[in-house]
């Protein structure tokens, strides 16, 4: 019994000797760097076999692929620019060297997976705003993030003043940022921006996204959009027509789509009639307008939806000033109202009944937003109205005016009194010792006094 199981372990020491089996056969494992989970085209990979449990024995590789690409016999194989011929599945194994007869098993195949340049994705919130309020810009990659460095640029003209336009790379995003979100403080005028991301070493660089608008209705000191006639929303087959009045002659009149994607002049999609761009609303869509200058400036932005249906909401273009009165109405093609009128503010009720205007006395920021009308089960597009905030300085604040009245008329009083104390004063002091003087003197006194210029009266030495 004990021969034999000498013999069954003497078998097995020299089959060890022979195949390396002693603790299981070593087993080959392909490897990505970067470990991402998709590749995109133009990316650096590396492509890499390592042997499991392997110690410090030198292998030999081989490498077995469905795709075009042939990997030389060694642990790594690098791809400097990644395309379309290198997708597929990759398998290795290795062999011990000076050994003929240990060697792994085939690894199990990684495949890889080639998708087209990649585009990120940038939305805005909000994309209309007030004056001086902040705008997160988010960009999204398509997977997960991790791995992605992101930058943040702003779309202006060139310098050149021949409406080309460069990429102005954000405050504090020269060098990416981890996060996919950046908030951009302070905004006050229609802007576009664009992210783009960065991943690896060295770095692949996505596309460009689309461009995204953030609008504001709020109209600078330099120049404003003006529509005529003055309302957002347009019948097809009305007559439109779009102005910059401004201190400069160098603007021009421009559209979007409101996503944001495309933007041209007036000379591309309207006519232009001196410094005025007429629509033909019968060709156009939902778009936004606004002026834009030769060194980038922007004015008040309005988004003007033309209606082929029969109802529209009727609003201001402009924004409305703060505590001034506006009147909205729904206004049918041809129809009168027959029923109950609802007016929506954000998407609430906040009229319903027979009258067809909605009026507010004294406009409030509170009464910015969207607006909307429907009728027996007919809806008008929405538009944004804009509240327009008058400066605090140029306004006196009405809870400080009585505080204001009551401090001023005690400053008053404050120096008053003491003018008629000196006054008495130097009054009884003259009566005691003036000496009498000629008619004439004395009239030509009372005629300075009376021309502004104030002569004192002798006094006795």
Request: aromatic content about 10%; glycine content about 6%; overall charge negative.
């Amino acid at each position: 019994m004990g021969h034999a199981l000498l013999g069954v372990l003497g078998l097995f020491l020299l089959n060890t000797l022979l195949y390396g089996h002693a603790e299981g056969p070593n087993k080959a494992v392909v490897t990505l760097q970067p470990n991402w989970t998709e590749v995109y085209r133009g990316e650096r990979i590396t492509l890499r076999c390592e042997i499991k449990d392997g110690g410090d024995t030198e292998w030999e590789y081989e490498w077995r692929t469905s795709s075009s690409e042939k990997p030389l016999d060694q642990n790594e194989h690098s791809i400097t620019s990644v395309t379309g011929s290198h997708r597929g599945d990759y398998r290795c194994k290795g062999r011990k060297k000076h050994t003929q007869h240990s060697s792994t098993d085939w690894s199990d195949p990684i495949k890889l997976t080639v998708s087209d340049k990649l585009q990120p994705v940038l939305t805005v919130s909000p994309s209309w705003l007030s004056a001086g309020a902040s705008v997160t810009l988010n960009c999204s990659v398509k997977g997960p993030s991790a791995g992605w460095r992101f930058y943040w640029y702003k779309t202006v003209p060139e310098p050149s003043g021949n409406f080309f336009y460069r990429h102005e790379q954000l405050s504090g995003s020269s060098t990416g940022t981890e996060q996919d979100s950046y908030i951009v403080h302070g905004q006050t005028h229609t802007a576009r921006y664009v992210c783009r991301a960065r991943r690896g070493d060295p770095e692949y660089s996505t596309y460009d996204s689309e461009p995204k608008f953030v609008w504001s209705a709020d109209i600078p000191s330099s120049a404003s959009l003006t529509v005529s006639p003055d309302r957002a929303q347009h019948f097809t087959s009305d007559s439109v027509s779009l102005s910059c009045e401004g201190n400069s002659t160098d603007w021009r009149v421009m559209r979007s789509s409101p996503e944001g994607r495309y933007w041209a002049p007036c000379s591309t999609w309207g006519t232009m009639n001196g410094s005025t761009c007429h629509i033909n609303t019968d060709r156009t869509s939902d778009a936004v307008y606004w002026c834009e200058s030769r060194s980038g400036e922007s004015t008040n932005a309005v988004n003007i939806t033309v209606q082929d249906g029969d109802m529209i909401l009727l609003s201001p273009a402009r924004p409305v000033t703060e505590g001034h009165s506006v009147s909205l109405s729904c206004k049918l093609r041809s129809q009168t109202f027959d029923s109950i009128v609802f007016f929506y503010h954000n998407e609430k009720v906040i009229q319903n009944d027979s009258r067809w205007e909605l009026n507010i006395s004294a406009v409030s920021k509170s009464d910015e937003g969207f607006y909307k009308c429907q009728h027996s089960g007919r809806e008008s597009a929405q538009s944004w109205m804009s509240v327009q905030v008058i400066p605090a300085v140029s306004r006196p604040d009405s809870s400080s005016f009585p505080v204001l009245l009551i401090v001023g008329l005690v400053c008053g009083i404050v120096l008053v009194i003491p003018l008629l104390v000196l006054f008495c004063y130097r009054a009884s002091k003259d009566s005691g010792f003036f000496r009498p003087v000629q008619s004439e003197s004395t009239n030509a006194d009372r005629a300075d006094y009376k021309n502004g210029h104030y002569s004192p009266l002798l006094q006795a030495q």
